[in-house]
Each structure stands twice: as C-alpha cells, then as structure tokens.
C-alpha cells in the first residue's frame, strides 16, 4: 500500500479493491436474474434467492486463486453463488451470460463510482483555479516561453488558462465515460443466444437497474469507447500535470513567485532541513509521466480477434483502472496546493521589471473574463 | 517517397508537403493583415500588398535550412515576406504575431484538409460496411470467442460491429477536430498586446477568414484538443485495425471464409507464386501497431512550460501529422478491401457445421438492425 | 489480489509488498551503519543497535499513510527508526544519506529478488522449449507468413526460433539488470558531503555488504540503466508474447496443430462446457499488450531535473515494478503450457498436405541444431 | 523537408532516401548472386550481369508507386532487375530469397550507415561534455533537487554526470547495433529451401561480403534485437534530453547560469528582437518527447505471426528509421551547444550563496575523477 498511497488516494484504492470487484461482479448476477424474471425467463422465486445470496460474504483470497485458475473471475463466482443458492435455482444463475459480461459491466460500475470521485475533486480543482484567476487576472508576472522571460502576462491570465485545460478535459471526460461505462450483456458469442428472443430486453432491464449505457449490440471486441475513456483521463491527467509543471517552475528559488502551502510535516527532506518540496506537484507530474503511456495501451488493444479476443481485453482492465488511479492522485494532490497557493506578487513584479519587458499586459484582462465566461458556460446543465 | 506510400496516400502526403506547409502559413499571414486593415491596424494598401505576395513562388527547400537554423519557419518566412512587400508595408507584416501562431494555424489549415480526406474516405469506409451488414444480416458463421469456435453468429453481425467501431470513431474525430483545428493568435505571451485593444477582434476576423474554431483565448500551451485529437484518429486507426485483424484470420487457409478482392500484382509474394497475401489488411495493421503510441506523444507532451513550452508543442506536428497520414493510409487500403470483399458463405456455413455448436444465432438479425439503425442516426445532420 | 493474480505470480506480490520494500529500505539504513562505523564515522554501537533495530516490526499500513503525507518513504521510516535507536544511536542514523538513496537502492534489492525469479522460470521456460525443438527438428508443418500458408518448415525450427528469441531477452536482462540494480548512496545532492571524504569508502562497503553494483558515481538523475532495465523486461515478454501468438493460433478449431495441456478447472467457459481456451497464452498476451508502454515511460521519465528530478524517478519504480510482475506472470502462465503442449503432428501433417506446397523443408533441420548450439554456449559459465 | 530538418540531419535524411533504399537492396541482390555463383548455384556469369545491373539508375518514384500497388519493394524491384539482366540471367535474380530477406537486409545496411553517424557526433558530443567536466571539476555551483535549491555541488560533477549518460548509452546502442543490424535471408518460410543445401553457405558469404551479423536462423519473426535497437537508440536520447533539460533550466533569466553559444540568427524570435532561445535544447527535447513512444512500438511488435507476420514488421522500419532521425537530429543539435557552452561562474557562485548552504562540495571532485576514469576505460578498444 506505501506504493499505492504515493500515487493515488484511499478512496479510490478502495473503489478498486477485491470487495468491490465483487460486489459489482455480483450486481451484475443479480440484476441479471432480476430482469430475467421480470421477462418470464426464470421463476421470480430464484431472482429473490439469487439476489439474496448476491450479498452474502465473500472469500476474495481463495477467490483470487481460483480466478487466476480458471482464467476469468466468472467461473469461480458463478459455481460458488449456483452453490450458495442450491441446486434449483442454480439453473437460474448466470443465464445466458459469459464471463466477459461480467468483467465488462463490474468494470463500468467501478468506473462510475470512480467517475464520480473524479468530478468531484475536478470541480474542487476548478473553484480553486477560478478564484486565483479572478483574484490575479491583473496582477503582472513575467510571461515566459520556451523557459525564456518573453513579455508581460497577468497570473490570473495563466490560471484561466489552467482552468480551461482542466474544464476541457473533465468536458471529454464526462462524454466519454457516458459512452464506456455501459453494460455488457451478450452471452458467450455476443448473439443473446438461448434466451427466447429477449435478451435484448434484458439487456434493456438490467441497464436501467444498473444505471448503465447501453450501446446498439454487444460491445465484447468493439472497444473504441473504452479507449476514448483511457485517453480521455489520461489528457486530464496531463492538465493538471501542466500545472504542476508550471508551479513547480515559479516555485524555484531564484523565482520563487508562487510555491504549495506549507502543510506540516509535508514536502520536506530526510537530508535538508531547510528545504520545501512542491510533493503535491510531484505527484501530479509523476502521474502525467505515466498517464500517455497507459492510454496508449488501451488504444493498442484495440484490433482485438474476432467475438471476443484473446489477451485485448484482459489487458484492459488493470490499465484503465490504474488511470482511474493516477487521475485521482493528481487531483488530490493538486485541490489543496492551488486552494492554498502562496502567490507572492511583489517576486512577480520583481523578476517582470528585472527582465526589462515593460508592464504591458495586452489584453489579459479581458481574456481572463471570456475565460471565465467560456468556463461559466460549461458548467450551465444543459451545455 | 517509397517507404511513405507503403503507410499513406498520395493525396495524404501532399496535404503534409512544403508546399502546402508554406502556402497555409502564408494563408496566416494574409489573413492577419487583412482582419488587421480591417480593424484599422495597418493601411488597407499593406493588407492587399501583403495578400498578393502571399502568393508567391517559394523556395521551400532553402526556406527548410533557413528555418532549421533559427528554430522556427516563421523567422525566415516572415523575413522573406518583408522584403517582397517593399519597406513600407514590411511594417504591418506578422504585426503582433509570433512564431507559434503561424505555426500551430498552419497545422490547422492543413488538419482540416486532412480530415476532409479521412471523412470522405471513412465515409466510403462505412457505406461498403454497410452494405456487408445488410447483405448478411442473416449468413450463418462461426462465432469465436479467445480464439477457440464459441457459437453460431451471422456475418451481417461482425460487420456491423466493424461498421460501429468506425462509425464511433468518425463521430469522436469530428468532434475533436472541431476543436483542435483552431486559429492561434496571441503574440509572442499570449496576450494580444500591442495591437491597441483590437487583437481578440482581429483574431475573429481572421477565424472567420480561415475558417477555423477560435478558442476563448490562446491556447499556446493548452494543448488538451491536440490530444484529443490524436487520440481520435488513432483510435479510429485502431477500429479500422479491428476489421483487418478480422479479415486477416478469416483468410486463413485452414478458415477461408473471406479475402480481399483479387487485384492484379497486389498481394503477391517474391517467392511463391501461390500466394494471395492480405496486403490491404497488412496496412491497416502496420497502421494500429504505430498510432497508439504516437497518440500517447501527443498526451505526453501536455505540460509544456509556461506560456509557450520548449520542445513540447515542437514535437507535435510530426506526430499529428503521422497520425494523419496513417489514418488515411488505412482506410484507402481497406475501403477497397470491403467494397470488394470475397466473402464464402459456404465455408462459413462447413466451419460452423465442423464445430458442432448447432445454429442458433441468437437475436442476431434484431442486432444488426439496431446497429444499422444506430448508424443512420448518426448519419442525421442534426445529430 | 484478483486482478493482480490474474496478470503475475504470488511469488512475485510477495517480491513487491510492503514488508518486503520495508525490509529492503532498512537493510540499506543497516548496511550503511555498518559501513559507517567501519569507516570510523559512527561508533560501533550505534550501528549495532541501528541494525537491530532495522529487524524490528514495522506497521506497514500506518507507515502508508505517514509516506504519502511527507511525499517520501524515507522520512517516516527514518523517524521511526531513530525513536527506536534512542536519542544517542539516532544521531548516527540515516547520515549523510537522502530519501531518494533509500528509495533506489530498496528498488534494486527488490528487483534482485524479482530477476532470480525470473532467471529461474526463464530457464525453465527455455528448458522446455529445447525439449520441443530437440523432439520436433524433422516434424513437418507447413510454414505461414503474412498469415498465408507458404511451405514447409519443421515444428522444431519453429519452437528453435522461440528459443533463442528467450534467450537472446534472457541475455540482454542480465546485463541490464546487473547495472540497473546498483547501490545509490549519494546523500542530499549527491556529493557525499558531510562524510569526511569518506563517501565513497562507504558506498563500496554499502555495495559489498548488500551485492548491489556501484556506478562511478551517484544516478540520482542519471536514469538510463533503468531504462535499459525496463526496455528488457518489455522485450523479454514480447519474445514470450511471440509464442503465445503462435500458439493460439496454432489452437484455433481449423488449424489444431498444437494445444495448452488440458488441467482440471483452467481454460473452461462460463458459458460453453466444449470449450478449452488459451488462458496461458492469455495471460502472456495481455502482457505483452501491456509492456512496451511501460517500458516508454521509463525512457520518457530520462530527462529529469537537475541533480534529483521532480515526478520522473518517482514515476519510475511503480513501473518497473510492473513490468517485473507482468515478465514474471508471463512466464509463470507459459512454463507449464510449453512442458506439457500437446502437439499434434498427424494434424500438421493434414495442414501441410492440403496446402500443397511439397515437403521440401529445406535446411530446417541443419538450423535447429545451429540454433541449439547457439544457445547451448550462451549457457557457458563464461559466455 | 522543412518539417525533417527541424528534427533531423541532412545527412540522416540522405542515409534513408529512397536512392539509399533502393542501393541498400540492390546490395542485397548483387552479394545474393556473388555468393550463389561463389557456391555453384548459379553461372559466374549471371552474377557479374546481376551485379552490374544493380548499379544501374533507379525511377524510385516509380518504383514508390508499383511497391505500394505490390505491397512490398521487392516485387517490382525484382521484377525491374529481372528485366534488366535478360531472359537468361534472370532466372539467377533472386534465388531463393523472399521480401523480407531484401527489407530487412536494406535497413541493416542503411541502419549501418546511421549508427557510423551517430558514433561520429555521439563521440563529439562526449569529448565537449568531457571537456566541461575536466574545466569545471572544481566549480562550484548550487545542486537542486526536486526544483528546490539543495546543497552546492560542482558544474563538473553535474557535467561528468551527462558525460556517463551518453556514454552508457552509447555503449549500449553499440551493442544492440551489433546484434540488429543483421543479414536476412532465409527464403519464403524461412529454410533456406530451394538452394540444394547450401543456402548456410550463401548466407555466410553474403554476410560476410555486406560486413553484417548473421543470426543462427533467419529472423524474420524474431525481433527482439530490433526492439533492443530501438531502446538503445530512445535511450540516448533521453540520456541528451537530460542535458537538454538541465541547460534550459540554468538558461532561465533568473537563473542565467549557462547558455548555448551566440549563433548568428539562430535561437532569434519572430517577435522578440530581446530573445535569446535555446534551440538546440528545444531540439533534443523535442526528440526525446518522440522517442520513448517510438521504442515502445518496435516492442509492441515483438509478438508477430507465425513464420513471417502480417503487419508487425512492416510496421518497424519507418518507426526504427524515425528514432535514427531523431538521435542524429538530437546530437546535431547538442554538439555545438556543448562545444560553445557559455557558463557564468559568477552567477553559479552568486546564486550559490544566494541559496545559503554553505560552500562544501563534499567529494565532488573526487567522483568527477572516477567518471572520467570510466569514461575512459569504455574507450579502450577491447573493454
């Protein structure tokens, strides 16, 4: 966990861990038998029992090895709830699905709740940027390109600029997770075999018990939404990441324009006494370091054999999520530093004259406020 | 030459030509100065001066060791402009621009020319698999699931899978392109100065002129839609990648149940004379084992420095570029492929009898109708 | 633990848990001790208490949470460690060092332990596929290229080409390995200061106590043995991933020349009972899907900052870490698959006469034993 | 080529024009030949009118257009050389060779052209780095870590630093270069079939006459020693991007501690006549934002199909050619800049003790003498 904890946050380790895998693996099961019996395909009675017995306890462990046995996580799962429910309604479980359903849909309801973290910290991340954009959009600072003192900008004028790249980001963010959270419900070749021509309606059930997507057909081999989803977090992650990268530059000693709060106990050094690090920027930058490579992976697996691949998919999942991860370590680690940047504007105005580039700031003002419009805009409900 | 049209087209490669480079930057520097007489910067005299030299022969191989030595095509194009307008109007040349303005609307000039290739051709892609849908909505085959036989499927169902992917994938570029092909007007921080409060008009006036999106402010080191929009078109790449990994396997001496079209002295082999390799499959597959990892360059490079980065946004164009041209370099290998796809109903039909897994394709046909449907709606202006 | 076991070895989570990194960053406090008050730089007592003090329990989970707050392992730990040593050993305690020496050289006594695990089933892996090469040199098959039949090989040069495309990534691992996996003892910026001029005495003590090799200086920011680490471990399971590509294909209903060996509850369908899938060659395929992107990110994390960067060598270890689990999952999938493959010549036999492309196999058998003998001298001790 | 030259050398870009392609494999067809009739395959004669024939001028935009049409170059080449030679010499063109023995051996000889170029500028590079480190051994500097001023070190420990970088990575490239760099031929399904069993024989010849590795077997799906290339050539230039990094970052107007050298034009800015850029870092970075993602693709191929696959090698060539561009773009660029470095010891000593962290460089110079000793000892010829 010391590992995971330098990347991520508690709550999102916990959306991923076993018992979750689980319990959403068994909504699935359980909203299955529930939609079959409200469409007359198994007995109402075996929907309740298989319901009932989708919340019982679980030995993740010796689940894990079984899993990693059999080759997917269904297999042990579904002989251990047939079990659980004894051998009537054991006909009942699991019927006319295949493993990839429930790998899939358990993925797109971890996705959701991590989703859901994520928005909620975005938002966090983006209040923050707002205030600092309207509190500096006229305090002057040194434009700086290619790491050269250009001309004059404002800060708040480099926040909006911020703001925009994350409201951007979570924009994508939010349409492609509409698209790739969706449920998976196909059976074994993805034809909805065996079910007595309605499995789409089924399917159509279990996606409003689950308060999920669903796409035209099975989704088991065609994965462009989940690849979008992957690159969409991983263009967030490299938002927020250019923050940090800028942070961390007005953070240097011989700028020293900008730094993290001072958190006790935070961003010091086993060997420097004097020293403050800017931990939450490299967190941030550590999580952009590894964001693109991830995405990549996910769009890689794409050309993925037949029905349902061999290897694509099941890289798939670990990937995405530690997406899910890194997005969410980055947000955590950044809410706080940009809630409580210490901006030092007198250094500001300092290395601006030191550069000797005037005070013209343009029309940085008014950009701030068609940022802040455009932002404002996004977060209107019916954008 | 020869290695590029092994991976593009033609017509791809003279999207992306000096030519085509130089005449979109000066397109940048036309429309600068018109929307800048237009707005009473410089004298409309300098504007339509400025407009006719714009032009002009180029000696694009000089101007590229030029441009090699100063770090940027804009120095010496911009001083070549100079002189060809005479001293006088060499004063409203490139006035309040800079080097990254010209070069990051260039690239969107020539990106749009891009995806008009790429949606033409995607479009054909998409009517050909279309009518592979509707043609064997109802053909018996072999479904396979992890490489193994799994269960009856109709072919009409793979195919409009396929049509599906493609189909997400064109919507997902039109979106992104329509932000990313964006007008960069800033000046040399970002902030429009020196051009007397006029610079957020000029700029309107040059989107409109050049036809591109106009961002609510620069967007010099926010480079979000960039992402986006390599991660869309390798995508895309990916889902046309799906198809051919498809194909590849049906052709298959042992399943033999789909070839490419036979085309004189394509497919060949230097060494057997009986062979029919899958040529347009091999680009397509050539094409998806590149894009993923170029797409992630593109996140990677998100947090760039400051106001304008160094070395971030350098990197970009080659690879957007890239992508470009392995998108089309894809879909004009297999858009003939699937308009003249060899499909053997009958080895389809001996394949699945050999598996012995019966023939009930489930709500096969009821799927690729809502696929079908699913595509048309997408195909709706207003959609 | 599901999704981890699903992708590596229990073997290889033990190699990376908590305990295990705990251990291996007070072996380090403890060896350094040691080479201090052999070095005359800390009295003789203290470095005895310090080292039984390193032997102690640690509360990983608590630790956890105290590393993620300080944004460095190395600060809590050392805190704790000098409470544990008393207020006189404590000022010997973790002197001269830094966070990021502890860090690095934990990672290569770490990776040690991961790259004996990996010889050990690389060995086995290469064992078995010198049985298949030695048993099949003259077994007739037809050869495919470009997915096509073409002519005739033996299956034997087949399993030889798998063979030495392992061993050459065996090779290549271990001399990477043996300079990735150094000591890091540099101190603050690493200069060695405050260590009387005896730094570097110490460093080669530190080496020796710990088997770790030393670099001519400290590579706080020198990143490219990693790199070189990464990109083997990457290689090592796409030569692995070749054979699962092979063989699943070779799987197929329609081809069914060589198959997984049949274990009780592996490779089954949740949804078909006739069905035995690939699930080693799945488990080595999704490594493979996975780790040429990892192996990116740790040559993209090169440029770092300065004398000890910001976000890059914090990216690495999680990474690396990753690749040691995915190279050591890959073989653990693949060993048994490879021992016990059934292979079906009458099968191949059928294959390469239906193709009708003569017997004539070549020099085939002449380059199975080059191919062997090659391999046998890369065992030599001295080779 | 202006969008080449901001990346890369003239001289790269000659080593892989489409002349060079087509010499390299009509070097292939003439040592073929040479080495057959050497053999009694074929006439003496035939192989000296073969020879002469492939020094013959070439349409290349022609043969561009068949060799996209075929799907490989060596259809239409063969079918050109076969014209040129007559009837009878024809039969001789060839023998027993396939497509990929002609591609692969093409890229070897040109990847050979490549890396010659790379070690000239690679050694250039060393011999300016090691200049600055023997300068500057005692330099005193502020160390940084994290972004945060540290503690003082000396420019030359930071020099000598970069000095091992290179130098281990260039170390590394020649070794993966020696392995990669390979004859191919093996004949269609990679035995050597065809030659009355002297196809060994010939390659030994060839081998030996086009001065290239020669495997035990044909490779032609064995691609570890390319992927191994492609990271060696990514490490590099990380390993320049580092330094690339470091200068920029001391380049700052705050920091103002070192520069690239005044190039007349060079480095200008197209709005700012004050501007001093560093474009020669910009370059190095620039490649070493590309590269990782290039390496990653050459690992991605590694899993290809069967005897020769369908997509994965076509996809390497332009991927490895690219990370050669880069790496000759990188060191082109960085060898001036090395070799002008402009360093203010004044600034170093003024922003040392701005810092406050007193003046000991611990054993600074000691480890500078170490790294130069084993930069020397790695140009021993037989180390």
């Not at 209040?127 to 003192?149: D, F, K, N, S, V």
């Not at 068609?370 to 805009?377: D, H, N, R, V």
Request: aromatic share 2%; with cysteine.
């Amino acid at each position: 966990m010391i590992r995971d904890l330098a990347a991520t946050s508690l709550e999102m380790l916990a959306v991923f861990d076993d018992d979750a895998l689980v319990a959403a693996a068994l909504a699935f099961e359980a909203a299955l038998a529930k939609a079959q019996a409200e469409h007359g395909l198994i007995p109402a009675a075996h929907a309740e029992i298989i319901a009932a017995a989708c919340t019982g306890p679980v030995d993740t462990d010796a689940l894990a090895f079984e899993a990693a046995h059999a080759g997917t996580l269904a297999i042990p799962l579904v002989k251990r709830l047939r079990e659980a429910v004894g051998a009537e309604a054991a006909k009942s479980v699991h019927l006319g699905a295949t493993s990839q359903d429930v790998a899939d849909t358990a993925l797109s309801l971890q996705g959701q709740e991590a989703v859901d973290l994520i928005e909620r910290d975005g938002a966090a991340l983006m209040a923050g940027l707002l205030r600092l954009a309207e509190t500096h959009a006229a305090t002057p600072m040194l434009g700086r390109t290619l790491l050269q003192g250009a001309l004059p900008i404002t800060f708040g004028l480099k926040a909006s600029s911020w703001l925009l790249g994350v409201d951007n980001a979570m924009q994508r963010l939010g349409i492609e997770a509409g698209d790739a959270l969706a449920l998976q419900f196909g059976g074994a070749a993805g034809t909805l075999a065996g079910l007595d021509g309605k499995g789409r309606d089924v399917a159509e059930t279990m996606a409003e018990t689950l308060d999920l997507h669903l796409p035209p057909t099975p989704w088991h081999s065609r994965r462009d939404a989940i690849a979008g989803l992957g690159s969409a977090l991983a263009i967030l992650i490299g938002a927020i990441g250019k923050i940090a990268r800028d942070l961390s530059l007005l953070a240097q000693g011989e700028v020293a324009e900008a730094f993290e709060p001072r958190v006790d106990g935070r961003g010091g050094s086993s060997a420097m006494a004097h020293k403050r690090n800017p931990t939450g920027c490299q967190v941030a930058l550590a999580a952009a370091a590894r964001a693109p490579q991830l995405a990549a992976s996910l769009i890689a697996a794409l050309p993925q054999e037949h029905e349902r691949g061999l290897g694509g998919w099941q890289a798939e999942a670990p990937v995405l999520i530690e997406l899910f991860k890194l997005a969410h370590g980055s947000l955590a680690a950044m809410v706080p530093v940009i809630a409580g940047l210490e901006v030092d504007t007198a250094a500001m105005a300092r290395n601006l004259a030191a550069a000797k580039v005037g005070d013209d700031v343009g029309e940085a003002e008014a950009m701030v406020a068609m940022a802040l419009a455009a932002f404002e805009a996004d977060l209107e409900p019916d954008a």
